[in-house]
């Protein structure tokens, strides 16, 4: 299965419960953001320009598992920043999982092999690594050469002790498409659990010309999920499929809440207007009307993961739901 059947039940009893009850706007994951902190400074990323002011800041773990049960999503993701330099990351992992939260842990892996032994081995934690291509495309994005293979070396220490692991790509305009074929087959290979793939969102104050217009991303995404290779991927086929044209949806920015040291980021994990002290004003004060293609520009080429996988789950009709049902078991 691409995601444990704990997951698939948890999520599912989620959503049944948030419809019958009328709710139309509610999260499925948690952003959590405990930390700004990073031993990296990629060049894609957008939260070293945005919080410079606060990186030395960190949320308590009192205030982390407060922000959990105020959300209430049935899925956390640990984030940053890098996580594993948070001091209490562990204990937060072994909380979350005691909640009966599914946890995905991302990291760079640059501290991840180390990290290994005091990690639980449970279908309620997967580790989530960040891969942007080979060798040297890796490690130049990342800004260290070597960074490559110490993700590699963690992936299959991590496997070894039996912890579910995906991995995590982002697509810029630069990427060899090949290259991305090599790379997936062979993470393949190697047994990771699942591949995540996403286009690149092009932060403020990040080198424009790193990033994908629409067309440029049904081009490359097109090329890329139908090539007939056996990619074990964790983004839905109806995302994939609407990353090549083929579908539509509207962006969902509510599902996927960030919290963070500032507080609740306003609207979404992309876009930053403000912080809200608590979920609840989050979810009440944000216009969220105004965002989204065709109504604010910084949406326009968005076709970010967070924002329309959640539009997926919601919108599943019971031909989709099967299909889902087919592909989690493939």
Not at 26 to 39: A, D, G, I, S, W
């Amino acid at each position: 299965m691409r995601f444990p059947l704990s997951l698939s039940i948890d999520l599912t009893r989620y959503l049944i419960r948030k419809r019958l009850a009328g709710e139309e706007k509610f999260p499925l994951v948690l952003m959590l953001e405990p930390t700004h902190q990073c031993n990296l400074a990629c060049k894609g990323c957008g939260r070293i320009q945005e919080y410079r002011d606060t990186l030395d800041k960190c949320m308590t773990l009192e205030e982390c598992l407060a922000a959990v049960e105020e959300c209430g999503a049935p899925v956390v993701t640990v984030t940053g920043g890098e996580p594993l330099i948070y001091p209490p990351v562990f204990e937060l992992v072994e909380e979350l999982i005691h909640r009966r939260k599914h946890v995905y842990l991302c990291t760079n892996a640059v501290l991840l092999e180390k990290a290994l032994p005091r990690l639980p081995v449970s279908s309620h934690l997967t580790l989530s690594i960040h891969l942007d291509g080979l060798a040297s495309t890796h490690d130049f994005i990342l800004g260290r050469p070597g960074l490559f293979h110490t993700a590699i070396r963690a992936i299959k220490a991590a496997k070894a002790r039996g912890l579910r692991v995906c991995t995590n790509t982002t697509i810029y305009k630069q990427t060899d498409v090949l290259e991305i074929e090599i790379l997936f087959a062979y993470l393949t290979e190697i047994g990771v659990d699942g591949i995540l793939v996403s286009p690149a969102y092009s932060f403020s104050g990040v080198a424009p010309e790193l990033f994908l217009s629409r067309e440029e991303i049904r081009e490359k995404f097109t090329r890329l999920t139908l090539n007939g290779l056996p990619v074990r991927y964790s983004s839905t086929p109806m995302y994939l499929s609407f990353l090549r044209g083929e579908r539509h949806y509207e962006c969902s920015p509510w599902a996927n809440p960030t919290v963070n040291p500032r507080g609740w980021r306003s609207p979404c994990y992309q876009l930053l207007d403000t912080h809200y002290p608590t979920f609840a004003e989050l979810m009440s004060k944000t216009d969220w009307e105004r965002y989204g293609t065709g109504r604010d520009p910084r949406c326009a080429q968005c076709m970010m993961h967070s924002g329309f996988e959640p539009s997926v789950v919601r919108q599943l009709g019971l031909k989709e739901a099967w299909q889902m049902l087919w592909w989690n078991l493939t």
